[in-house]
């Protein structure tokens, strides 16, 4: 894959057309846990309401733009308006919003504003505000970065001025909490900008702590370019200024206050003076950047082996000092625009391929949203990324969180899904965790990764089991391909393909990145080949026993699962749950899998022999009498479910009827030029050292008749999880939809565009919503969570098994 720098006005082009869906919210500034910022009311003007904290809470984030030929001014984005009085001096008047378009990076929101009367025959001027949040998986230093970028681009032949400012709801979601700022000019030796930040921090910071899910510790760093005007004070005092002169005056508040105390806020400004052109109908075109961060240092604490740890960000293995990365991020933005916009771009392909502009716009929305529960840390030698449930409980690393969430970064980069597992399984390396199964998270609130040493985390030891050895083979297998044909995600091989180190002792330290086609800090390619098989046996043989342990729990209890939960804890406790042994069923044979790889014959064959004796057992148990469905649980008859573990079977390649039917004949026998075939010697094993799967581990018809029963049970919005209620959970959807026939695919997908322009719900894409009605809140408010990485299910399926995941019929 070759990259290409854009420029920025390239980046807009790129997205102007790429929408369709109207959802009730969109991405602003996006990048983890604390730094997520959202247009509320989408449906409606950028002016309507405040931006908004992904959990409702307003943020001070206001633009205003001011024609200083007619002394107009004209809100943007937020409420700034409102601190704006009756002066004579100045207009309130309003733009025409022109829309909102959108990527998998990018939230661009446009405007036109009316030329004044002196301009007789001028057009109306063009504005629009480029909010870039990179997704950038081919390099993940980048990826790493707590900040995004807002441009703001102008056309026309008149002057017009531009505000922007922010308030101190950035860094607390207290509002009586003290702040204090001041305004950071670099002048370092070398810098090719001299730029200009403020930096906004509370008085006393509270390390690891929240308010409302709002973090009290952190500084948030503001930056424009040398050019721009700039002052911090009284919100209504500046922005009354710029209404009436259109610039600020370049002055520092010295009065440090609480958040709300006559809201102090830290503006720019900037004059476009587009009139002086040599002809008067010549359209000029100009821009502005800015940069917001939030850089917390430390980010999190983790129960790491060698005992609690505060955890750096591992940006930090790059750039020492907060400067040096705030230059080098505002300095990067045509490199970053670049690197998102290839994958907007080829995600937006993939996606059209495999759906419809619908499906586009679905994981366009989805992709920014599973990175914002997210935040890197670590060291190169040992890259470890964090992960939040955001907004049903703030659990850390919680597994059946990940679980759902893992097609996206099997598709995106499967490195990233590596970083996210390896805290989870050196922990419970380290002996801090007391039970025989897999943990349900690290910890009962982010940023506090403390683990459970009394083993008392939420149970669902089934769950956690199945999910983490499909996650774990899963893994193994996208490092397992011959030619970058067959990888499982296209940007994991766009690196230098160096050979294996193991000097570092870890098989995915992220120490030798390199360039391609002029940008740097491009990542090495992901496995492949020999040094994939390599890796993926280094990565497995420190923690064989682990995986072995979970398997043996599942052998004793996945079968016919005890009373407890499952990843839809919302539903209760319930025993013999279908598609909940069926995961567990499936994890067993993951693990035959991952001996068969580490030459464990002994294992793989055992292993394999209990998964495919319990396949045909849980068939007796879990189907309906009428063999028309399958049920929820083996002894609750009438009932039905979503069999959302079937997709888990498929991707893992073990059902090559649909994802790699090539191998269905390939290996049975050898051409004899004379005669009969002549069988091998010897059993063929692929590159990988693992025996070729040639037969369905889940019988085919299985799929079918789930299919079949999926169009009969439908609802407006989508497909119900069970029999038991009306709401469904998007995640599982897809991955229903992804092995279900062509038929019933369109139609989830069609359902669930439907759901995202009608849905009254209010906060970002939900994934827990109800089919029926105004399709709102089922009681738990699900929303903003990274489980809506599981949209990606149907790219993910495609390029699996050597790109050979094709679709039913």
Not at 144 to 168: M, Q, R
Not at 696 to 709: A, E, R
Not at 719 to 732: F, N
Request: glycine fraction near 8%; proline fraction near 6%.
């Amino acid at each position: 894959m070759r990259l290409f720098p854009v420029t920025a006005a390239a980046l807009l082009a790129s997205v102007v057309d790429a929408s369709t869906l109207q959802p009730p919210l969109l991405p602003l500034i996006v990048r983890n846990p604390y730094l997520s910022t959202w247009l509320q009311n989408a449906r409606e003007e950028p002016w309507s309401k405040w931006p908004m904290f992904w959990t409702g809470a307003e943020v001070g984030f206001g633009v205003l733009a001011s024609l200083p030929d007619s002394n107009q001014v004209f809100p943007l984005l937020g409420r700034p308006h409102d601190s704006l009085d009756g002066d004579d001096d100045y207009t309130i008047a309003y733009p025409i919003y022109k829309g909102a378009t959108y990527d998998a990076s990018t939230t661009n929101l446009t405007y036109s504003i009316r030329a004044p009367d002196k301009h007789t025959e001028a057009k109306d001027v063009e504005i629009t505000l480029s909010f870039l949040s990179p997704i950038t998986p081919t390099s993940t230093l980048r990826q790493t970065i707590p900040a995004a970028y807002l441009s703001i681009h102008v056309e026309g032949t008149f002057d017009v001025n531009i505000y922007v400012d922010i308030n101190g709801q950035w860094v607390s979601g207290k509002r009586e909490s003290l702040i204090e700022w001041a305004l950071f000019q670099h002048v370092e030796p070398g810098a090719t900008d001299r730029l200009k930040t403020w930096q906004v921090k509370r008085q006393v910071e509270q390390i690891f702590t929240e308010t409302n899910d709002q973090p009290e510790w952190g500084q948030l760093h503001f930056t424009g370019p040398s050019e721009a005007r700039w002052e911090s004070g009284a919100s209504s005092q500046l922005r009354q200024r710029f209404a009436r002169t259109g610039t600020l005056q370049n002055e520092v508040d010295g009065n440090f206050r609480g958040v709300m105390d006559e809201e102090p806020v830290f503006a720019f400004s900037k004059s476009f003076k587009l009139a002086n052109s040599s002809t008067a109908a010549s359209t000029v075109s100009s821009s502005v950047l800015f940069t917001i961060a939030h850089i917390q240092d430390p980010v999190t604490q983790y129960a790491s082996a060698r005992g609690l740890t505060f955890m750096r960000p591992l940006w930090k293995s790059w750039f020492p000092q907060e400067s040096k990365l705030i230059q080098f991020h505002y300095g990067d933005f045509a490199m970053a625009s670049s690197l998102a916009s290839n994958y907007s771009e080829q995600l937006r392909v993939d996606a059209y391929q495999s759906g419809s502009t619908n499906y586009v716009d679905i994981v366009a929305l989805s992709a920014r949203q599973v990175m914002g529960a997210t935040s890197f840390s670590g060291t190169k030698e040992d890259p470890l990324l964090f992960l939040k449930e955001i907004s049903s409980n703030g659990n850390c690393q919680t597994v059946d969180v990940i679980f759902p969430a893992f097609p996206f970064f099997l598709y995106t980069q499967p490195r990233w899904l590596a970083y996210l597992l390896e805290p989870l399984l050196e922990h419970q390396l380290s002996g801090q965790y007391p039970n025989k199964y897999s943990m349900h998270d690290l910890g009962s609130h982010f940023p506090n990764l403390t683990g459970h040493a009394d083993g008392r985390d939420e149970y669902m030891p089934v769950e956690e089991c199945g999910d983490m050895l499909i996650m774990g083979l899963a893994l193994v297998n996208s490092l397992s391909y011959n030619s970058d044909a067959e990888a499982q995600s296209i940007w994991s091989v766009t690196g230098n393909d160096v050979s294996y180190d193991d000097e570092t002792g870890k098989a995915f330290a992220l120490t030798r990145t390199g360039s391609r086609d002029g940008i740097e800090h491009i990542d090495e390619a992901w496995g492949g080949r020999a040094k994939g098989a390599d890796q993926a046996k280094k990565w497995l043989e420190g923690s064989y026993e682990l995986w072995k342990q979970w398997t043996g729990y599942l052998v004793e209890d996945a079968l016919e699962p005890h009373n407890q939960l499952c990843t839809d804890d919302f539903a209760g406790w319930l025993p013999l749950q279908t598609n909940l042994a069926l995961k567990g069923i499936v994890g067993i044979k993951a693990f035959s899998e991952m001996a068969d790889l580490m030459d464990r014959p002994g294992d793989a064959k055992h292993y394999r022999n209990i998964s495919e004796t319990y396949i045909k057992k849980w068939q007796e148990y879990a189907i309906s009498r009428d063999g028309t469905h399958a049920k929820l649980a083996y002894d609750w008859y009438g009932s039905w479910t979503t069999l959302y573990s079937l997709y888990a079977d498929a991707v893992l390649c073990f059902h090559p009827t649909i994802t790699n039917s090539s191998s269905m004949s390939e290996h049975k026998e050898y051409a004899s030029p004379n005669g009969p075939a002549q069988k091998p010697l010897a059993k063929h094993k692929p590159s990988s050292g693992r025996k070729p799967i040639t037969q369905d581990f889940i019988p085919d018809h299985i799929y079918n008749l789930q299919s079949d029963w999926y169009s009969s049970v439908m609802q407006k919005y989508g497909l119900p999880l069970d029999s038991r209620h009306l709401y469904t959970k998007s995640d599982w959807e897809f991955e229903a939809a992804a092995v279900a026939n062509k038929k019933v695919r369109s139609e989830i997908l069609d359902k669930v565009a439907l759901w995202l322009n009608q849905t009254v719900t209010d906060r970002p894409f939900t994934d827990l919503y109800v089919t029926e009605g105004d399709g709102g809140w089922p009681g738990p408010h699900f929303f903003a969570r990274p489980v809506v990485g599981g949209h990606f299910a149907f790219l993910t399926l495609e390029r699996a098994c050597g790109g050979g995941g094709g679709r039913r019929e």
